[in-house]
């Protein structure tokens, strides 16, 4: 960085900038550089789904934070930390780590299994591996971890993890430069969840928020009425001997529903329980990380460690629902619910039970997490009449299975976001993790709720910028901690 003379603080997006993936951002103040999140593109493959990399020079990177385990902002980081000249230091909370390490793991098993399957179309089975897993153990190793609520001091960046909600270990990190302030959101969800603490506002003023715009404007529905729907959509169907596939990703978002079918499964055991029509989670991390789950309860929020007292049993110990660790044990008889992975059904399991399921009209998809542009998973939303075949694009299968999408993927909507920001109350807001519609709206909808700010000391500006445009900002007067 000793060509810059510039004393501004900037912000460069390498990936996740006006679209939803491969997030990576990062800022510059006072000759720091701080990375923030790491991950991969799901709708592209190999070196395509990389944040963009070469446009700066990575060995000037001083800290890099990863903000949760999700691919999207995770992904990347053995590439970086192995196959380039990165020499930071890399930080995440204690479960993200705990987390990130099968989760990769499966990543680098399914990316090559992948290729495997259409090595026929493709000149070399190593094109679209990344990193391997020697690499990601290498990697591994070397991240250190954080608690929330504590200071890390790393040559002049300060930087504190706080609560995000959405999955567990999502951080917010406010980063501290000589005297500026800065917050990076991650993904976070304020709303209250079965077992996470949602986000909270850090005491210290934020100078410059960066913050996630995945729903735009949008509005949720009250949870209470997802819930119901989520429940009454798999009842209907199953009853009329349906199967149900809901693909999630393997591990986070996917806990929450099955302390929401566990408990209706208790409650309608009737008719659903005793095996009558099982709940079949297909992961071969389930058992794993299940000890993550259990192991870190303490993380959680006091519903469910009032839970976890009262009964003296592990919530996540679940009376209704059957792991599967390999698919080929799944006896495909009568109606049954199925959560398998990945949860955007690019590839894997849940793709071949999509393909499996969805010409019979009783069936039903359903989609929970959010989807991401150019996956299976928004395709279907489309409601084609055919779908490629994964293993075969040639063949295509018919669709006349149900598809319906209720959200439960723990993202802020307009008015969570819009509360927090006012509660934040920073001058400069740079939006991060979102398609360009939703963010231009959002950008709109702020510019005009802070418009009574504005030609005053006060004003708030917001920036939606592209991936590799540069931000600069000035701040005059901004008072050096040391
Ligand atoms: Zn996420």
Redesign the pocket.
Known sequence: TGTTTNDNFRFFGLGGSNEVGRSCHVIRYKGKTVMLDAGVHPAYRGMASLPFYDEIDLSTIDVLLIS?F?L??AASLPYVMQKTNFKGRVFMTHPTKAIYRWLLKDFVRVTSLSNNANSNIRTSNDDDNLYNDTDLVESFDRIETIDYHSTMDISGIKFTAYHAG??LG?AMFQIEIAGLRILFTG?YSREVDRHLNSAEVPPFSTDVLIVESTFGTATHEPRITRERKLTSLIHNTVVKGGRVLLPVFALGRAQELLLILDEYWTQHSNDLGNGQVPIYYASNLARKCLNVFQTYINMMNDNIRKKFRDSKTNPFIFKNILYLKNIDDFQDFGPSVMLASPGMLQNGVSRDLLEKWCPEEKNLVLITGYSIEGTMAKFLMLQPDHIPSINNPDISVPRRCQVEEISFAAHVDFQENLDFIEQVGAGKIILVHGESNPMGRLKSALLSNFKNLKNTEKEVKVYNPRNCVLISLEFKGVKVAK
Do not use: K, T
């Open positions: 949760h999700h999207d902002h959405h999955v999502a993904d």
